[in-house]
């Protein structure tokens, strides 16, 4: 058996030599769909084989565009934020609640207030009863206004007025209301202190 060197060669123009098909197209290397795109077109599609042959190294190619691409996808992104700064944002404690009011709820000597106001008011008082000008101050006392009562066969409870603060000043009971504001609620309960149990409520602002 010889080892052939060289390729068969027809004269131009021949299509079939016996049952074979003799290939018109000559590049090396391209596949069906590029063959026949050139036959239609006579423009021999940019392939990979001619890069070669042109001493131009194909995969720097692809490694520049991806590069390229790589760095078009970072901008538009943008730098990454800092995974410490991230956790700090993710972790920070929620803001408080603003009052409806606007008031700043306080603690002194293990009493809570409603406002900054009311505790420094409960302060003075503290200092007037030392002094002796007032007697018996008592903080937060309730006032029942009217009992509990069944509506519609639900048991409503009895509704009630709290004090601020109360005490004796010249043999006279004193009931006294911080406020920094009038609301309707205490509008009524302050109505019924007065129709139901004959009190003046003092209101300090």
């Known amino acids: 058996m010889t080892t052939r060197t060289t390729s068969l060669r027809y004269p131009e123009g021949t299509k079939t030599v016996g049952t074979a098909?003799?290939?018109?197209?000559?590049?090396?290397?391209?596949?069906?769909?590029?063959?026949?795109?050139?036959?239609?077109?006579?423009?021999?599609?940019?392939?990979?084989?001619?890069?070669?042959a042109d001493g131009i190294d194909p995969g720097s190619q692809a490694i520049s565009r991806s590069a390229a691409g790589s760095a078009a996808v970072a901008a538009a992104i943008g730098v990454p934020e800092p995974l410490g700064k991230a956790l700090k944002r993710l972790t920070k404690p929620a803001a408080p609640r603003k009052s409806k009011y606007g008031n700043q709820k306080c603690e002194s000597g293990g009493?809570?207030?409603?406002?900054?106001?009311e505790m420094m008011r409960w302060h003075d008082l503290v200092q007037k009863q030392v002094r002796g000008e007032i007697a018996d101050?008592?903080?937060?006392?309730?006032?029942?206004?009217?009992?509990?009562?069944?509506?519609?066969?639900?048991?409503?409870?009895?509704?009630?007025?709290?004090?601020?603060?109360?005490?004796e000043k010249d043999g006279k009971t004193v009931v006294e209301d911080f406020k920094g504001r009038i609301t309707e609620g205490y509008r009524i309960k302050r109505h019924l202190m007065k129709a139901v149990l004959g009190i003046d409520i003092v209101e300090i602002k």
């Open 21 to 52: 098909r003799v290939r018109e197209d000559k590049t090396v290397g391209r596949s069906f769909a590029e063959r026949e795109l050139m036959r239609r077109t006579g423009n021999a599609p940019h392939s990979t084989f001619d890069e070669v």
């Open 111 to 117: 009493i809570k207030f409603a406002s900054r106001g």
């Open 137 to 167: 101050l008592e903080l937060q006392v309730p006032f029942v206004l009217a009992p509990e009562v069944v509506i519609n066969g639900r048991k409503r409870p009895a509704l009630r007025y709290v004090a601020d603060f109360v005490y």
